[in-house]
């Protein structure tokens, strides 16, 4: 049986995963309802834009994001992934290193376990395994809370392609097949800004493991950094460094705009192959 996923990487073509984040409570009790449906809605709405993914957060995983629980976790994330399921049959991401969320993720029709730490966590590659999900694994060096004080690398290509050799054995151990595998060099994630700009530049060096590549470059410090702290432009800024990722040899794109992304997309797909489709 071929997975949702593995039957839109069979379109040649590159996808589009749109994020969303499902916002903290202000309060312990009440609004919990409207932060879901507000999610759902966004979720819907990049459907019409054609998005391919929709990726599912808690706000966990973002750098800086103070820690959640894993019953805030999936108070947040199930109920949102549930709802789309309802209405869709879109494929869904869910972003999250816990074992329980990625569980529950599956049972609700969730497709995708996007896991910013590569299934390290206790039990996450049991519950990876059992759950029959599509993994993304991300490179990431050290943890959110302080993976951007001075990151350092003799080689960053060689240190990440390390990175994906252990994870990519871990996965088959435990029992995942490699055509559920995609890896993500991890854009921001324990990297200078230098150090992201050579990701992107070298992207088909990650491409030997023969597995598809996502990247994830939309609104993030090293554009804004790039623009001079202005961030007026952050939107099309974001859809140009996607595009070039995508050139470069990226399959998925994570991104906020979903529109803008997925029209460029389709220039640079219409140009390179001289067809109008
Ligand atoms: C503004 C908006 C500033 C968003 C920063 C951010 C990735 C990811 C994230 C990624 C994969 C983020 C969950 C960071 N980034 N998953 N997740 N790849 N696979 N920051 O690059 O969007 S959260």
Redesign the pocket.
Known sequence: MMSKLEALLAERRPLV?G?VNVTPDSFSDGGRYLKVDAAVKRALSMVEEKVDIV?V?GES???GAEPVSEETELKRVVPVIQKIREESEVCISV?TSTPEVMRQAALVGCDVI???RSLTREGALGAAAESGLAV?L?HMKGEPSHMQNNPTYENLIDEIRDFFRERISACDHAGIKRKQL?I?P????GKTALHNLELVNRLRHFKSFGLPI????????TI?KILGGNNDNLKIASVAAALIASLNGADVL?V?DVTETVAALRVAQSIVEESIF
């Open positions: 995963m994020v990726d957060g995983t973002r750098p972003d996007n896991d910013v993304c991300m995609l993500d991890g854009f921001g994630f996502l990247i994830g470059v939309s609104r993030k410090s804004k994570r906020h």
